[in-house]
C-alpha cells in the first residue's frame, strides 16, 4: 500500500483525506500517462454520494486537460466500469466510490485496461506526482484538449450482460433487493425485473447523504425483516457500488460471502465447473467453510484480505471461484473484480436448478462464531509491530489452542486496526477480542 492508494483504491473523507485537487491531478496524470502515444480514452463511474459529483467534474478537468476524452457512464456499479473498460477501446477506468463506507467518505479506484485493479508502478508514480517528486506535466492546447463523452450507452451493455448470465426464468419467484440508496437503486430491479421475478425493493431512493445508512450488505436486518414480513423466496443486499452482495434465505438467515462461496463451489463441482476443484478464500474465512470444503472434497487456498489479492491467486492458479466474507465473490470466468450483481444472479442458478430452499442448500455449513474489534488508531505499523500487542495476541493463541483463531490485521482503507476472534463460544471471542483491543488502547495508539 502506498501513501494515498491502499487496498481499494485512495479512500478517505471527501475534502479532508481526499479533495478536489487530488482528484484533478490524478486525471491529469492518467491523461498524460496514457496520452503520450495517442488519443486516450478513460470511462468515469461514480456512486450516487454528493461528493461523487464533485469528484466527476475534478477528474474530467484533470483529464481533459492532459488531453484525455473522458466518457461518463453517471452513477453505475464499480463492475460495470470493469466491463465497459476490458470489454471496449478504452485505456483504463475510474470509479468514484467508497464502496461501504457512509457518505462523508469517497474514494477513487483505478482501474487498467483489462478490467482488473491498476498495477502499483503506475499508483506509485501518481502519487510521486502528487507529491511534486514527479516535476509538472505539459497541458494540451487547441484540438488536442480532451472532450467530455455522455456514454450512458455503455451502462446500458453493461446490464444486457448481467441479464444474459441467467441461465434461468425467475417468473413465480420473490425477490427481495436491499441497493444501499446506492450504485444499483435502478439497475437491480431492473436486471431481476426483466428476468420474471417479482420485486420486493427497499432502499433505492438515494439523496447524496443516504448511502449505506442502515442499509445494504454491511446492515443486514432491514433486508432480513423485508424477507420474512413479506414471505419472500431469496432476498439481496449491495453495498453502495456493488461489487458486494450478501444473501438472505426464506427464513431471513443471513448467508455471508462465506456461506454464498460454499454455495457456488458445490455446485460447480458438480456441474464440472470448479476449475482444479478449489476457491480462493482469504485469512478472515469462516473455520466453518474450511470444514465445510473439507467435507465436499472441495481444496481451497488462503489469501491477504482484499479481493485483489483473491483475483491475483485465481489468475495466477486458474481458479474459477473465490471471494471475501464480506461478499466480494469472483466468477473469473464472468468478471475480474467482484461484482454483487453477477452474485445473486449465480445464486439464483443454483437455487433454481436445485429445486431446494436456500436454507436446504447450505445447512451443513456451521459458522464458528466470530468477533472482529476495530480500533481506530493513529499508527497503524506501530501497533502491528509492537511487542506488548504481539504478546496479547499470542497469549490468546495459546489460550484458543486448535478451537480456533486470533488475526490482527490493518484496514486497508481506514486507519483502523482489526483484531479479529473466531472460537466455538462467543464470550470467549468477545473476551480475546476486548483483551488484545485493550493493550492496543493502553500503549496509546487509539485516536
Excluded at 111 to 127: C, L
Excluded at 432 to 438: G, H, I
Amino acid at each position: 500500500m502506498g501513501k494515498y492508494f491502499g487496498t481499494d483504491g485512495f479512500r478517505g473523507e471527501a475534502n479532508i483525506d481526499l479533495n478536489v485537487e487530488h482528484a484533478f491531478k490524478v486525471g491529469r496524470y492518467l491523461g498524460w500517462h496514457y496520452g503520450k502515444e495517442h488519443k486516450c480514452k478513460i470511462v468515469i463511474g461514480k456512486d450516487t454520494r454528493r461528493s461523487s459529483y464533485m469528484f466527476e467534474y475534478a477528474l474530467v478537468a484533470g483529464l481533459t486537460a492532459s488531453g484525455a476524452d473522458a466518457y461518463l457512464l453517471h452513477v453505475t456499479t464499480t463492475p460495470s466500469v470493469s466491463y465497459v473498460v476490458s470489454t471496449e477501446d478504452f485505456d483504463c477506468g475510474i470509479m468514484i466510490s467508497a464502496s461501504h463506507n457512509p457518505y462523508c467518505d469517497n474514494g477513487i479506484k483505478l482501474i487498467n485496461s483489462r478490467g482488473e485493479k491498476m498495477s502499483e508502478s503506475i499508483i506509485a508514480d501518481i502519487e510521486a506526482y502528487l507529491d511534486g517528486v514527479i516535476g509538472e506535466i505539459p497541458l494540451a492546447t487547441g484540438e488536442d484538449i480532451g472532450c467530455t463523452v455522455d456514454y450512458a450507452l455503455g451502462r446500458n451493455r453493461y446490464t444486457g450482460y448481467i441479464i444474459s448470465l441467467a441461465k434461468n426464468s425467475y417468473r413465480g419467484l420473490k425477490v427481495g433487493l436491499d441497493c444501499s440508496n446506492g450504485s444499483t437503486w435502478m439497475l437491480a430491479k431492473s436486471v431481476f425485473d426483466a428476468l420474471g421475478a417479482k420485486t420486493y425493493v427497499i432502499n433505492n431512493q438515494p439523496n447524496g447523504l443516504n448511502i449505506n445508512l442502515d442499509c445494504g450488505s454491511t446492515h443486514i436486518e432491514g433486508l432480513r425483516k423485508h424477507v420474512r414480513e413479506n414471505c419472500l423466496d431469496v432476498g439481496f443486499a449491495f453495498d453502495g457500488d456493488a461489487d458486494r452482495c450478501i444473501a438472505v434465505d426464506e427464513k431471513g438467515n443471513v448467508l455471508t460471502g462465506d456461506h454464498i462461496i460454499y454455495l457456488c463451489a458445490s455446485y460447480m463441482k458438480e456441474c464440472g465447473e470448479l476449475a482444479k476443484n478449489t476457491v480462493a478464500t482469504t485469512v478472515m474465512s469462516n473455520l466453518g467453510l474450511y470444514k465445510a470444503l473439507d467435507r465436499k472434497g472441495i481444496g481451497y487456498v488462503k489469501t491477504d484480505v482484499g479481493d485483489k489479492f483473491v483475483y491475483e491467486a485465481m489468475r495466477q492458479n486458474g481458479y474459477s471461484l473465490g471471494g471475501e466474507e464480506s461478499g466480494h465473490v469472483i466468477f473469473s470466468k464472468y468478471a475480474s473484480t467482484g461484482d454483487g450483481l453477477i452474485t445473486a444472479i449465480k445464486i439464483m442458478e443454483v437455487f433454481i436448478e436445485s429445486k431446494l430452499p436456500l436454507s436446504k442448500l447450505v445447512e451443513d455449513f456451521v459458522s464458528y462464531p466470530q468477533l472482529t474489534k476495530n480500533v481506530r488508531v493513529s499508527d497503524k505499523d506501530a501497533v502491528m509491530n509492537d511487542e506488548d500487542v504481539l504478546q496479547a495476541v499470542k497469549g490468546a493463541e495459546q489460550q484458543l489452542g486448535g478451537d480456533g483463531r486470533i488475526l490482527l490485521r490493518r484496514s486497508g482503507t481506514e486507519p483502523v486496526v482489526r483484531v479479529m476472534v473466531e472460537s466455538q463460544g462467543e464470550t470467549l471471542c468477545r473476551t480475546l477480542a476486548e483483551r488484545v483491543a485493550d493493550v492496543i488502547i493502553s500503549k496509546g495508539y487509539a485516536q
